[in-house]
């Protein structure tokens, strides 16, 4: 009896490898050349215009062109600066106040006593050291009694000089007014009583 000889296992292997290896290449040739369907997003309702035949260009997969103009103004505008407290989240209270443009220095208050004041003319001539004492009054005219506390006593009216340096300008009832026989210093002495001793 004659008995078949058997095909090699090896063989019938290659012949199972080759045809999955067709089939997986006939997949992915599929695969490649299905036409793609793409899902389109649903754009909202405002962005969709009609068309003259009542359809809108979205649905028809079209553009408007005014959807596509680029605003480079809304992109060189300034945008508000939120500062240093808008960005920390963990910060509960408000930023601080922006500092003055210009503070000025409070006024300065002096302490003791206050300096001379600054002459800005010619100085001032020294004081007339002469005391009223009172008036002597006589018909038709009134006399001031003067002295200057050294042993020597006045009596002048009116526009009279005193001693060639002082001229008696005004004779009151309390006081008189005395100033140099220039015209300067003028100044108004009380009546005091005694020169002090």
């Known amino acids: 009896m004659e008995t078949e000889s058997p095909q090699p296992k ?10 999955l290896l067709a089939l997986a290449f006939v997949a992915l040739v599929a695969y490649q ?14 962005a969709r215009r009609t068309t003259g035949s009542g359809r809108s260009g979205s649905a028809r997969g079209e553009l408007d062109p005014a959807e596509l103009k680029v605003r ?12 240093e ?10 930023p601080p106040a922006p500092p003055p443009e210009m503070v000025k220095p409070p006024p300065v208050t ?3 006593p206050a300096p001379p004041p600054v002459q800005t003319g010619p100085p001032a001539p020294p004081p007339i050291p002469l005391k009223f004492m009172g008036t002597v009054e006589k018909p038709g005219m009134t006399l001031a ?8 006593s006045y009596a002048a009216r009116e526009g009279e000089l005193i001693d060639g340096r002082y001229k008696l300008v005004k004779i009151g009832v309390e006081s008189v007014i005395l100033e ?8 108004t ?5 005694d020169c002090p001793r």
């Open 33 to 46: 050349m299905w036409p793609e369907t793409t899902v389109a997003p649903a754009a909202p309702p405002t």
């Open 72 to 83: 480079l103004e809304a992109l060189e505008a300034e945008r508000p600066d939120f500062g």
């Open 110 to 112: 002096q302490i003791g």
């Open 85 to 94: 407290g808008a960005r920390n989240p963990f910060r509960f209270r408000p």
């Open 180 to 187: 140099y026989s220039n015209g300067t210093g003028r100044t």
């Open 145 to 152: 009694a003067l002295t200057d506390c050294k042993g020597f």
């Open 10 to 19: 090896p063989q019938r292997t290659r012949v199972w490898l080759l045809g």
């Open 189 to 193: 002495v009380r009546k005091s009583g």
